[in-house]
């Protein structure tokens, strides 16, 4: 799976929207980008992920470059429970494989 | 939806004991279940994948022997820690994997475990 590379953390005030950086420079064709987040001491939650397209769900909308090698995820009205570590994660269509690194510590300031 | 829960939330065992960790997958069927650890202020290292009927497939390093992982069912896998010591206290996630179409798997994370050895 391609490598991502995010800022070790951000900050962000409450009702502003957060926006999450992620470079995978060389990233492959079939390969997916997913975003996870992980409030402290809890299992990752499941936010959204994409191909080429933007994406946008009930959590956040996730903007991809038009050359895939890099993408934005944003939380459009940050409260403090969206506080955690936030992953990007480039994945294989056919690998099931997801290979977390450090991620972004995303705190939302009152 | 896609609820995955684990059981226990949190063990206590002393050293030398065995601990089982159950992991289901409540609304959905999953082929493939995934165990994680994860150490104070690290990212979560993949120990093992999971398939239904099928032995584990273990990553480099993660001793199969000391970590049994049963998948007999399309909602259940259990992660056995065998002879627990001190090291072994970390805490210990799953995740299933839920069919989407066009190649598009999800996998949705439990709550996690965590285990501590005295």
């Known amino acids: 799976d391609a490598k991502t590379t995010q800022p070790t953390s951000m900050d962000c005030a409450e009702g502003r929207a957060a926006n999450l950086p992620c470079n995978h420079s060389?990233?492959?064709?079939?390969?997916?980008v997913y975003w996870y987040r992980q409030i402290h001491s809890q299992g990752p939650q499941y936010i959204i992920h994409g191909l080429k397209n933007n994406e946008t769900n009930e959590m956040a909308s996730l903007i991809i470059t038009e050359d895939r090698k890099s993408s934005t995820l944003i939380l459009p009205h940050a409260t403090l429970r969206d506080t955690a570590v936030y992953y990007c994660?480039?994945?294989?269509?056919?690998?099931?494989?997801?290979?977390f690194g450090t991620g972004t510590r995303l705190t939302i300031i009152p | 939806g896609a609820v995955v829960s684990q059981h226990p939330s949190w063990v206590i065992c002393k050293s030398g004991t065995s601990v089982k960790i159950e992991c289901r997958s409540l609304?959905?069927?999953?082929?493939?279940m995934f165990w994680y650890r994860q150490f104070p202020k690290q990212s979560l290292m993949l120990m093992a994948t999971?398939?239904?009927?099928?032995?584990?497939?273990?990553e480099q390093g993660v001793e199969k022997d000391k970590f049994l992982i049963n998948h007999a069912s399309l909602t259940l896998s259990t992660l056995t820690v065998t002879s627990a010591h001190p090291e072994d206290s970390s805490f210990y996630i799953c995740s299933a994997n839920k069919a989407g179409g066009a190649f598009t798997d999800t996998q949705y994370f439990g709550p996690g475990t965590r285990l501590t050895v005295l």
């Open positions: 999971s398939n239904e009927g099928s032995k584990a497939t273990y």
């Open positions: 994660i480039v994945r294989y269509s056919g690998n099931e494989k997801l290979t």
């Open positions: 060389t990233i492959s064709g079939n390969e997916y």
């Open positions: 609304d959905f069927q999953a082929t493939t």
